[in-house]
């Protein structure tokens, strides 16, 4: 994080632990107003990635799951980047800025990311670099975040995926349970913007950003969660971050036969769960099939709950889900409960 910009987070009221932002103070309340009012949050937790030079489009096309080839500078797109078996290596959001592609993904996953796209580049007119450092990040989100920002900016995107430019400023509408939208600038633009909308909104940590994520259904790969799941597992189809009629790209042959004529079996849901700690990444789950308990799925992302448990997205054998109780790391662990998301998930190709 840039040392000015960390220096106004905390005039504003940030709490900083081993140089992270944590909180403003009151995480609970944090949280209660991420699903009931206006937030405005630093996104350095998420890194952002430049591929740049005259080939990085037709580079990035063979390379991801989504059409990278029909993206223009005034839409965004989710994508992904599969191993040679059709497994999620990463996934990101996308946009275009002045002629380079800008992936925005969890900060974890830019080294690994950077390396896969090096080893394949070959020679390809492209640059691959971590630009965190050049751009501030911050999302807004809530009930009147529409009219909030549009009183702010001179224009905002109207549509899911979006995106507006104006001067140094990238405004992305993107998915939320209310409206929500990720701002990109330098530190003058982004604390001019973040003065003006904390005077209505709060200020949160990361926690509650990643909360509205999560119920969005919005899932984030990680360390833990890496080459282990095809992205029709994570509902990249239902939330359009998967195209099938864009060509070859690593693991398209595997990702299309389960599209074509495979039978998913497992997939994504948002689900509940009371317990005393936080789910952990990766953390195994299980039915009640069988006496012993039979292990069903993993936790992908999960995040505290203001009632007081936890919400989680977590990939399940479907037929588990349909018909029997799941628990939290063993069978006789935390009972989750299958939420609601705001998308419809296909189960076939009809």
Same mark, same amino acid.
Request: glycine share 8%.
């Given at each position: ?8 987070? +905390?005039?504003?009221? @940030? ?6 932002? +944590?909180?403003?103070?009151? #995480? ?12 405005? *949050?630093?996104?350095? $937790? ?25 993206? /223009? ?20 959001? +996308?946009?275009? =800025? ?24 070959? =020679?390809?007119? +492209? ?5 965190? !450092? ?17 009183? @702010? ?11 507006? $430019? *104006? ?7 993107? #998915? ?28 949160? !940590? ?21 080459e282990k799941f095809v992205p029709q597992m994570l509902n990249y189809q239902a939330i359009d971050g998967l195209s ?5 790209? #690593? ?5 299309? =036969? ?20 936080? #789910? ?28 007081? /448990? ?20 063993? @069978? ?19």
């Open positions: 994080m840039q040392t000015d910009w960390q220096a106004f987070l +905390v005039q504003n009221g @940030a709490e900083f632990k081993d140089n992270r932002l +944590v909180h403003f103070g009151n #995480p609970e309340r944090e949280l209660r107003m991420a699903l009931g009012g206006d937030i405005i *949050c630093d996104l350095s $937790h998420y890194a952002l990635l430049a591929v740049s030079g005259t080939d990085n489009s037709r580079f990035l096309h063979s390379q991801f799951i989504n059409d990278i080839q029909s993206l /223009d500078e005034n839409h965004s797109q989710l994508n992904g980047y599969c191993n040679p078996k059709g497994r999620f290596v990463a996934n990101f959001r +996308v946009f275009k =800025r002045d002629e380079t592609t800008y992936l925005r993904l969890p900060e974890e996953m830019v080294e690994p990311m950077t390396k896969k796209l090096n080893m394949y580049k070959l =020679r390809s007119q +492209v640059s691959i670099k971590n630009v965190s !450092g050049s751009f501030v990040r911050i999302g807004f989100s809530g009930k009147t975040a529409d009219k909030k920002l549009a009183e @702010a900016l001179d224009t905002i995107p109207a549509g899911i995926n979006e995106v507006r $430019h *104006c001067n140094n400023l990238t405004v992305i509408r993107v #998915p939320g349970i209310t409206s929500s939208y990720e701002l990109y600038s330098d530190e003058t633009g982004i604390q001019a913007i973040w003065a003006r909308l904390d005077v209505d909104s709060a200020p949160v !940590g990361a926690k509650a950003w990643k909360l509205i994520e999560i119920l969005a259904g919005i899932p984030h790969v990680t360390l833990p969660t890496s099938l009629q864009k060509g070859c790209y #690593p693991g398209q042959e595997i990702v299309a =036969r389960m599209h074509y004529l495979g039978k998913l079996k497992k997939r994504m849901y948002l689900t509940r769960v009371k317990s005393d700690y936080l #789910p952990a990444t990766n953390q195994d789950l299980y039915s009640n099939k069988q006496d012993t308990g039979s292990r069903t799925g993993n936790i992908i992302n999960a995040e505290r709950h203001p009632d007081g /448990d936890y919400a989680a997205l977590a990939v399940i054998q479907i037929d588990d889900a349909q018909s029997t109780n799941i628990y939290l790391g063993d @069978a006789g662990g935390p009972k989750l409960e299958i939420a609601e998301l705001p998308y419809t998930v296909k189960l076939s190709n009809d």
